[in-house]
DNA sequence: AAAAATCTGTTGCAATTGCAACACGGGAGG
DNA sequence: CCTCCCGTGTTGCAATTGCAACAGATTTTT
């Protein structure tokens, strides 16, 4: 993918966007599978887009042990949340899980008025804005559905979620194999899918593939 | 609580501070307990700073039931996370719990480049972005808790996060009661207690009022 | 086309958790 | 001082969930 066609810079227009990543001094470098894209106790003002390949943002815990915090794929975004106050908790770091293309731009580059004034600075910064609000609104969402005490309920719950965002008219999909579901309910996928088969019996959900329907207003489903 | 002292406003001084709420054209209302303070299918481009008093962010599920979201104290913060996307999804309301102080700003006042190029703008946007990247670390935490699957991992987990956080030489400590633990933990309370006895007995932990201390590396408890 | 890997669907059994009920203690307020 | 309210701590029992194992279906690789 080009520099110039990052999300970073959606709405401004090309020749805008060369000379805002020269004015920005952004560094793009190529990172070869398995290399450390990232570490969070380096440089706390830099940002990262990710301009082709994946890469994951992976956590060392007290005990040493790694978990993989979140998948990074062409144009996620990086280094925005973790670094101000995280910094001091432990390891975090970026590692490039294919040849991955990284765009670097310092935070404080984009927050500062620069003497050229360029009105699409202004955009970046709106842009930067709705990046993080959308992740908020996908964390809570995250919260909400974990908040539920049993699997029946995490499992509506998410899928309702998923109903409100599917637009007018087209089938609610749900976006991963049940294998994956049940690692984003956080539940043993043996005890998900007795919960569903037992919802489809009861009359409450259907689904085919992963296209699926909740018959809701049914008080008492036993 | 002075509008120049709230945190959109932190580290610029007060002269400038009051130009800038005329330069954003902020808005300062008072809300009387029980009041809407603000409702998200209003608008969209509006942030809120809550000066004095308390609220609650609500959100009304397609069932109708409400469900507290966010307790906004002083100098919380909203209309920044769920703006841009969540909008057409249910009813998010923002309401006053005692009687309330709140300033309005448009969010395009902020990102926009004014003509007089105040240099206190961008510490605005500064100060934003870093709001915003506090809450996305404390979303991530409250995942990272509830992904466990046992109460056990759970509290364990969470425990070690406070410590993490604690300053060296000082005692970490749980910011509730066990009961408000329990709703954070979203377990029930006696089961929850249940694991707390059986941590300590086992030597795992020791707790007095709400400081803790959490014995690692010992493998293998029963 | 055969083999390997991965996902789906099911079930018995054991472990964990929720629920309800009760006892105790401290603080607020009459 | 007494009462009420709220948080703590405990326990038996029922419900939910995790685990393990297996079979069939589907997809990917060789």
């Given at each position: 993918?080009?520099?110039?066609?990052?999300?970073?810079?959606?709405?401004?227009?090309?020749?805008?966007?060369?000379?805002?990543?020269?004015?920005?001094?952004?560094?793009?470098?190529?990172?070869?599978?398995?290399?450390?894209?990232?570490?969070?106790?380096?440089?706390?003002?830099?940002?990262?887009?990710v301009?082709?390949?994946?890469?994951?943002?992976?956590?060392?815990?007290?005990?040493?042990?790694?978990?993989?915090?979140?998948?990074l794929d062409?144009q996620s975004i990086f280094?925005?949340?973790?670094?101000?106050?995280?910094?001091?908790?432990?390891?975090?770091?970026?590692?490039?899980?294919?040849?991955?293309?990284?765009?670097?731009?310092?935070?404080?580059?984009?927050?500062?008025?620069?003497?050229?004034?360029?009105?699409?600075?202004?955009?970046?910064?709106?842009?930067?804005?709705?990046?993080?609000?959308?992740?908020?609104?996908?964390?809570?969402?995250?919260?909400?559905?974990?908040?539920?005490?049993?699997?029946?309920?995490?499992?509506?719950?998410?899928?309702?979620?998923?109903?409100?965002?599917?637009?007018?008219?087209?089938?609610?999909?749900?976006?991963?194999?049940?294998?994956?579901?049940?690692?984003?309910?956080?539940?043993?996928?043996?005890?998900?899918?007795?919960?569903?088969?037992?919802?489809?019996?009861?009359?409450?959900?259907?689904?085919?593939?992963?296209?699926?329907?909740?018959?809701?207003?049914?008080?008492?489903?036993?």
């Open positions: 993918m080009l520099p110039e066609d990052n999300i970073l810079f959606k709405g401004i227009d090309q020749s805008d966007c060369r000379r805002m990543i020269s004015c920005f001094n952004a560094d793009i470098k190529t990172f070869r599978t398995g290399q450390k894209i990232m570490d969070y106790s380096d440089n706390p003002d830099k940002l990262g887009v301009l082709s390949g994946t890469a994951v943002m992976v956590r060392y815990d007290i005990n040493g042990v790694r978990s993989i915090m979140e998948s062409e280094g925005v949340y973790f670094t101000f106050t995280a910094s001091q908790r432990s390891g975090i770091e970026i590692v490039a899980e294919t040849e991955c293309n990284v765009m670097f731009v310092k935070r404080s580059e984009i927050t500062k008025r620069c003497e050229k004034a360029c009105q699409c600075h202004s955009k970046v910064v709106e842009n930067l804005l709705q990046l993080m609000s959308e992740k908020a609104i996908s964390l809570n969402e995250r919260i909400e559905v974990l908040s539920q005490r049993t699997i029946e309920e995490k499992l509506i719950s998410c899928l309702s979620i998923i109903e409100e965002k599917t637009p007018n008219g087209k089938a609610p999909q749900i976006p991963f194999s049940t294998t994956a579901l049940s690692d984003y309910l956080c539940v043993n996928r043996s005890a998900l899918q007795r919960e569903i088969t037992r919802l489809k019996n009861n009359g409450v959900l259907t689904i085919s593939k992963r296209k699926f329907k909740l018959m809701r207003n049914r008080d008492s489903d036993n």
